[in-house]
């Protein structure tokens, strides 16, 4: 066995060892702010012209990672949705005492990129939307696929698209993602901000959530932007 072959199969399973809710803020490398680029034919949005969309895909890091390199996403913030409790922490959300899932808010220019764009984004390269309150390693309704409307426009969206890819047998199993009106978002703890960047070498990221991007890349180049 080469030397090359054993260190991938060691990071294959410590990556499926590993899961979002066991890593702490001490095991998040300290550093700056990653540098972020704009791409060169992607003006600056007008703030005034963005408009937010919250979803929900497993852990937060990947599905944050993928929007932020999603042409017309000015920002994706990791954080908390759905839950009954009045607030939200990693701790208790990752044991589940909160009833909230790790989500994701979006705000994009519809000029840019459009709603249903980024419930394509979320559908084919984030998530698997057939999994029931679970994404790979990590397992429980603090994963689960959801999505979060602002109005009714979103949810009709959100719904015909479930309903077109049901009809057309994209999976073979049923899609379980919830769509729910979005009543509040927690912003996650600072050092799930930019996880993605921060922890390139992790074997979680390097296992779950670096092959996401390389599939936004191949399946939608046009809407790909280098972020970091």
């Known amino acids: 066995m080469s030397t090359h072959f054993f260190c991938f199969l060691t990071m294959v399973v410590l990556g499926s060892l590993i899961s979002c809710g066991s890593v702490s803020s001490s095991d998040v490398s300290a550093g700056t702010e990653p540098d972020r680029v704009v791409a060169v034919n992607e003006p600056p949005s007008n703030p005034a012209d963005l408009k937010t969309a919250v979803f929900a895909g497993g852990c937060f890091w990947g599905v944050e990672a993928v929007f932020?390199?999603?042409k017309g996403v000015?920002?994706?913030k990791s954080g908390y949705s759905g839950g009954t409790a009045k607030s939200a922490n990693y701790d208790e959300v990752s044991e589940g005492k909160t009833d909230h899932a790790e989500?994701?808010?979006?705000?994009?220019d519809p000029a840019k990129v459009s709603y249903e764009q980024l419930l394509e984004i979320f559908f084919k390269v984030i998530h698997n939307p057939t999994e029931l309150n679970r994404q790979g390693p990590d397992v429980g309704p603090q994963y689960r696929s959801a999505i979060f409307y602002v109005d009714e426009t979103?949810?009709?969206?959100?719904t015909d698209y479930i309903e077109k890819l049901t009809a057309e047998k994209v999976y073979k199993e049923k899609i379980v993602t919830q769509i729910v009106p979005l009543e509040k978002f927690y912003d996650a703890e600072d050092y799930h901000q930019d996880y993605l960047p921060r922890n390139l070498k992790s074997p979680y990221i390097v296992y779950h959530d670096l092959p996401k991007l390389e599939n936004l890349k191949k399946q939608y180049s046009s809407l790909y932007v280098k972020r970091f």
């Open 68 to 70: 932020e390199h999603t």
């Open 74 to 76: 000015a920002d994706a």
């Open 103 to 108: 989500a994701v808010e979006v705000k994009f």
């Open 154 to 158: 979103q949810k009709k969206a959100a």
